[in-house]
C-alpha cells in the first residue's frame, strides 16, 4: 500500500508505545482529512462566512485548522491490542467503497452535550451525501461484525469550534455567506487520540477505490 500523506496528524510507529508510562487504554478514531489546498480553501471559506456575520473567531475558541477532519466513527477505547482489529475493519471497509465528494456550503451552530451547554461551529454540506453514509455504513458493520460496539453515526460536518464564543447570526434566507469548497474524500485514515498531544496521531490509513472526481462520481455508488 502506498504511504498515505501526512496532513495534519503526527505520524507515529503504531508497534512502539511511549517510553515510561504504564499501559493505558488508548482512544481511536477513524475520520477523512482534507488536502492542503482543501484546508486551506476550508479556512478562507470560515473567513468569509464570519465576515459577512460580523464576527470573529480567535484562541482560545478556535479549533487548529491542523486539525479539522471529517469523524467516520465515534472514539473506540481499549487496549493497544484493539489496532489491530480496527486496522481490519478500516482495510475492509475500504477496499468496499470508491472515493466521493463532501462540498460544505454553510455554517452553522449547535449546542453540545459534551462539554455541557458548549457551542460548536462547523462546516454541514449541501445535499444528502450518499458517498459518506455509504462508507460510514460500511465502516460501522465491518467493526460491528468483530465485536467493537458502534452506537451511533453521525451527518456530514467539519467543526472548527468545539467552544465558540456564542451563537452564529443569523443571516436573512437565501444569503449567500461563503465559497463552496469541494472536498475528495479518497483516504481512511485510523488516529490515536491522546489528551497530551495537540494532534492526532495517525496509525495507518488505506485507499478508497478510485472513482470520478466531484458529485457527479456518486452514481458508482449504487
Known amino acids: 500500500m502506498d504511504q498515505p500523506r501526512n496532513i495534519g496528524v503526527t505520524r507515529v510507529d503504531a508497534s512502539r508505545g511511549s517510553p515510561n508510562t504504564a499501559p493505558m487504554a488508548d482512544c481511536y478514531l477513524f475520520m477523512a482529512m482534507p488536502s492542503p489546498a482543501e484546508r486551506l480553501a476550508l479556512v478562507e471559506a470560515l473567513r468569509q462566512a464570519l465576515a459577512v456575520r460580523g ?55 449547535a449546542v453540545s452535550s459534551s462539554p455541557a451547554s458548549a457551542i460548536h461551529w462547523a462546516f454541514q454540506v449541501r445535499g444528502a451525501a450518499p458517498g459518506f453514509a455509504v462508507l460510514q455504513q460500511r465502516l460501522h458493520e465491518a467493526l460491528r461484525a468483530r465485536g467493537v460496539a458502534v452506537p451511533h453515526g453521525n451527518r456530514p460536518h467539519v467543526t472548527v469550534s468545539y467552544r465558540a464564543p456564542g451563537p452564529l447570526v443569523r443571516l436573512p434566507r437565501q444569503h449567500p455567506e461563503m465559497g463552496e469548497v469541494h472536498w475528495r474524500v479518497a483516504t481512511v ?34
Not at 485548522?65 to 487496549?79: I, R
Not at 491490542?81 to 486496522?87: G, S
Not at 485514515?189 to 491522546?194: A, E, G, I, S
Open 55 to 109: 464576527q470573529r473567531l480567535a484562541a482560545p475558541h478556535a479549533f487548529d485548522p491542523a486539525n479539522w477532519h471529517q469523524s467516520l466513527s465515534p472514539k473506540c477505547e481499549g487496549p493497544p491490542a484493539l489496532r489491530t482489529v480496527l486496522r481490519q475493519a478500516g482495510a475492509a471497509a475500504a477496499e468496499q467503497t470508491p472515493a466521493f465528494t463532501l462540498s460544505f456550503n454553510r455554517l452553522r451552530d
Open 189 to 222: 485514515w485510523l488516529v490515536r487520540v491522546r489528551p497530551a498531544i495537540p494532534r492526532y496521531e495517525a496509525i495507518d490509513a488505506w485507499p478508497l477505490r478510485p472513482a470520478p472526481a466531484g458529485p457527479e462520481g456518486q452514481g458508482e455508488l449504487f
